[in-house]
């Protein structure tokens, strides 16, 4: 009887002892050719976690980029105009448009819980102030260049943009790039640098659209809420400023004599403007911070277009030498993001 158990105890340690000896030979055998399936599945498993939509976020950033290079060529309609007092009225025909929006999708009692928070929180009312004067700033100096000799200093911070939020990508919030989305970056640097050596512009309006989008970016992700509401709060904040400009700039006299400009063109540029900003806004919160910041690159290529068919602009071979360069970029990363819309189905 005793031998037996011993036989029985021997039997199943020599089970077990085999047993492990067969997972250890496993893992020597399938450990390395598993590996690059875990290097494959761990983005899709890191997107899954943090809750993007690449399809979603990638169709609202280029639609956001198109309706902003029209924009561009919208602002003519606007004579006599200035680009103080278009900053003025997009904000003043913006604000109703994004309420509306708010309305429609069923957002208000998130917007009351905003406004509850910023009461409660003085970090959250603190933040909003900043990301609405951050906000405010791109929006004036967009409209204000193009009237000023300007527009090629904020072209490039437009170049510049994507490299700095694919940077803060990787060393702020820590994403992985991938080797497609390192050859989109080193291409588009290519072309920026030779706009920086053909031209030598570096001035504060470049460094205004390069780094004053980003911080925005950073700080919206921190507030924690729906970004179309703090889309809307950040418009009502810009409100008070936009009426006094109003009034004080003299435009009311001019609209007077313009009934098409106050009553068509100028609501028509705060729907444009809504739907535009608050698509844009949306694709950042959708997508990892790397592959908005490559998608960022759409945006300058449209505006090309639009300034060669619509404004007549000439396009020569200085320019080329910049703009092939981000244009190979644009199509590695249609390439990269039409990858993640498959992995994503």
């Given at each position: 009887?005793?031998s037996?158990?011993r036989?029985?105890?021997?039997?199943?340690?020599?089970?077990?002892?085999?047993?492990?000896n067969?997972?250890?030979?496993?893992?020597?055998?399938?450990?390395?050719r598993?590996?690059?399936?875990?290097?494959?599945?761990?983005?899709?498993?890191?997107?899954?976690?943090?809750?993007?939509?690449?399809?979603?976020?990638?169709?609202?950033?280029?639609?956001?980029?198109?309706?902003?290079?029209?924009m561009?060529?919208?602002?003519?309609?606007?004579?006599?105009?200035?680009?103080?007092d278009?900053f003025?009225?997009?904000?003043?025909?913006?604000?109703?448009g994004?309420?509306?929006?708010?309305?429609l999708?069923?957002?208000?009692?998130?917007?009351?819980v905003?406004?509850a928070?910023?009461?409660?929180e003085?970090?959250t009312?603190?933040?909003?102030?900043a990301?609405a004067?951050?906000?405010?700033s791109?929006?004036?100096v967009?409209?204000?260049?193009p009237?000023?000799?300007?527009?090629?200093?904020?072209s490039?911070g437009?170049?510049l943009l994507?490299?700095i939020m694919?940077?803060?990508?990787?060393?702020?919030?820590?994403?992985?790039?991938?080797?497609?989305?390192?050859?989109a970056?080193?291409?588009?640097?290519?072309?920026?640098?030779?706009?920086?050596w053909?031209?030598h512009?570096?001035?504060w309006p470049?460094l205004?659209?390069?780094?004053?989008?980003?911080?925005?970016?950073v700080?919206r992700?921190k507030?924690?809420?729906d970004?179309?509401v703090?889309?809307?709060?950040?418009?009502?904040?810009?409100?008070?400023?936009?009426?006094?400009?109003?009034?004080?700039?003299?435009?009311l006299?001019?609209?007077?004599?313009?009934r098409?400009?106050?009553?068509?063109?100028?609501?028509?540029?705060g729907?444009?403007?809504?739907?535009?900003?608050a698509?844009?806004?949306?694709?950042?919160?959708?997508?990892?911070?790397?592959?908005?910041?490559?998608?960022?690159?759409?945006?300058?290529v449209?505006?090309?277009i639009?300034?060669?068919?619509?404004?007549?602009?000439?396009?020569?071979?200085?320019?080329?030498?910049?703009?092939?360069?981000?244009?190979i970029a644009?199509?590695?990363?249609?390439?990269?993001s039409?990858?993640?819309?498959r992995?994503?189905?």
């Amino acid at each position: 009887m005793r031998s037996r158990r011993r036989f029985r105890r021997l039997e199943s340690y020599s089970i077990a002892n085999s047993n492990d000896n067969a997972i250890t030979r496993v893992r020597e055998i399938y450990a390395p050719r598993l590996a690059p399936l875990l290097r494959f599945l761990i983005p899709i498993a890191r997107i899954a976690m943090n809750q993007y939509e690449p399809g979603r976020g990638i169709a609202l950033s280029v639609g956001a980029s198109a309706l902003f290079a029209l924009m561009s060529a919208y602002t003519l309609l606007l004579a006599p105009l200035d680009g103080l007092d278009i900053f003025a009225w997009r904000v003043i025909w913006t604000a109703p448009g994004a309420l509306a929006l708010l309305v429609l999708r069923k957002r208000a009692p998130q917007l009351r819980v905003l406004f509850a928070r910023m009461l409660s929180e003085p970090r959250t009312a603190l933040a909003l102030v900043a990301s609405a004067a951050l906000l405010g700033s791109q929006l004036w100096v967009f409209l204000w260049a193009p009237l000023h000799g300007r527009m090629l200093e904020v072209s490039l911070g437009y170049f510049l943009l994507p490299l700095i939020m694919v940077l803060v990508g990787r060393f702020y919030y820590h994403e992985r790039l991938e080797p497609l989305q390192w050859l989109a970056v080193a291409c588009a640097a290519v072309g920026v640098a030779h706009e920086l050596w053909a031209t030598h512009a570096f001035s504060w309006p470049t460094l205004l659209v390069a780094f004053g989008y980003p911080p925005y970016f950073v700080l919206r992700r921190k507030i924690h809420a729906d970004s179309l509401v703090i889309f809307a709060v950040e418009m009502l904040l810009l409100v008070p400023v936009a009426a006094i400009e109003v009034r004080a700039g003299g435009s009311l006299a001019l609209l007077d004599a313009h009934r098409l400009l106050a009553f068509v063109l100028l609501p028509g540029l705060g729907v444009l403007s809504t739907v535009a900003l608050a698509s844009y806004l949306k694709a950042s919160r959708l997508l990892p911070m790397a592959l908005f910041g490559i998608l960022g690159y759409v945006e300058p290529v449209l505006l090309v277009i639009v300034s060669v068919t619509l404004l007549g602009e000439h396009l020569g071979m200085r320019q080329l030498a910049t703009y092939v360069p981000i244009w190979i970029a644009v199509a590695l990363t249609a390439v990269h993001s039409a990858r993640l819309v498959r992995l994503g189905r």
